[in-house]
């Protein structure tokens, strides 16, 4: 897979949406294809949205969820989050077909450009797999510090605990460094380390690109 590379020095590395630029426009295709709205459907419920929260989507790509997020509680500030111009540019265009109001934002997830203390709610779908590892540790803190006491993160991604070692996507979970650190329940731990409480692994299920995990961890305090 590779990364984008621009000739603008704020902009860093980063893996988009469909691992390369040119595949954006099948990603939401091929999402749809795979039942991905049904998974960002369950990451949505179990955030227990209450009205006048704020909440923000970090590595939102195109948009799908926090576009979700804004519907099903109107009175709600959504932030979406993501260091892809282009997907930020589809993002908006579906939030503007829906009729939904998301505040889309260009940045890093290790660099949220928020004060502390911010959001009631942070998200992260199908994008923790895209982080190298000590920028999903960086991620991890930042979440910690927007998160208001009683905040919490809602994660979800390849991988979960359990036996990922058999079949094509095990092999590839242990080979590939970013995915690596999804199994076996080092999600949590990461959430724990980085100083989210509670941190746990809320369910699972297979997919044919292989399992699926959905996680939460809260800010106490
Ligand atoms: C597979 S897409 C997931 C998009 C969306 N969350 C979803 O569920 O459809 C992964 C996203 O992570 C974003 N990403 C990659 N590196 C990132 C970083 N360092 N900080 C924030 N987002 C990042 C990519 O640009 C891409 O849009």
Redesign the pocket.
Known sequence: MASTNTPDPER?H?????GHAWLLPF?DPM?RLLG?AAA?EALAEQAALAPGQRAL?????????AIRVSALEPDLDVVG????PQ?LARARAKAQRAGVRVNWQE????ALPFPDASFDRAF????FH??DAD?KRG?LREVARVLRPGGSLHL?DFGGSGDHSHGLIGRLFHRSEHLRDNLEGRIPILMQEAGLQDAQQLDQRRTVFGAIAWHRGTRTS
């Open positions: 860093r980063f893996l988009p949406a469909a990603y999402h991905g960002l989507d970090i590595g939102c790509g195109t948009g799908t969820l989050l993501d260091p892809d997907a940045g890093y997830a290790d992260s779908s199908f994008m895209h982080l920028v991620m979800l």
